[in-house]
């Protein structure tokens, strides 16, 4: 978020408003669901009843923990929808008889005296040759362009938390039912790791905080208070006008 834009991450980090202007959207209401249902899918599941079926109807018993985020139930639907697909596409394709060697933990690693990774990794396999894999499912587009940093500090937490290498990190895209993997070197998590040190010193030297203008500012919850809301509307307006 920092990255992204600094304004954003002083609201929501330093200013804690996300409790105030914070919205329930649609496209995390499904992602939360479908990684609850692979979740229970893989780990409580025997083997032999791993189905289609039964992972659809899984999803649909996650769904009702939470249906916010929606404009109506005709939205609600159309999500709905696009997070059986998903799903189905993955138990029609992926095998079922995987032991996930851990799902959904959360995982902490000491980088330096003043940083400490923490954070939860969708899955952890255990490759045949003894090397980890690590899987972090993904239920939105798949971009042109692989955010490796993701992976890798990934598994920098891992490489530090476990005795076993980490051998490969992929993402599994459910939408567009393609993987990407990546083979991680040393070269690669010290690399990852020089980048989460430099970005934390640069979060704790700035002071300004610009709001910077990028492609999410549509949907960010701090629309309404950012400094340079009427720039981004009016570039909103431009981007719908016809080009004649």
Known sequence: MFQQCPRQYKFHYIDDLARI??????????????????????????????????????????????????????????WGERALSQVRWFAQSQDLSVAPLMLEDFHSA????????????????????????????KTGKMPEEIDRNQLYIYAVVLSKEQKLPVSKVSYLYL????????????????????????????????TKYPATINSYCGTCDFLEICPRKEEILSIAREEEEPDF
């Open 21 to 78: 202007y914070g919205k329930p959207r649609p496209y995390f209401t499904m992602g939360d669901h479908i990684h609850a249902a692979l979740k229970d899918f893989l780990s409580i599941v025997p083997v032999e009843e791993r189905t289609v079926a039964r992972l659809e109807d899984l999803l649909r018993e996650k769904w009702q923990r939470n249906r916010k985020g929606f404009k109506d139930l005709d939205d609600e639907k159309q």
């Open 110 to 137: 000491e980088l330096s005296a003043k940083i400490t990774l923490v954070g939860r990794i969708d899955r952890v396999d255990q490759e045949a040759e003894g090397g980890l894999h690590i899987i972090d499912y």
């Open 175 to 206: 939408e567009a039912g393609e993987f990407q993997t990546l083979g991680p070197t040393a070269a690669d998590l010290e690399q990852a790791a020089d980048y989460v040190v430099g970005t934390v010193d640069r979060i704790l030297s700035e």
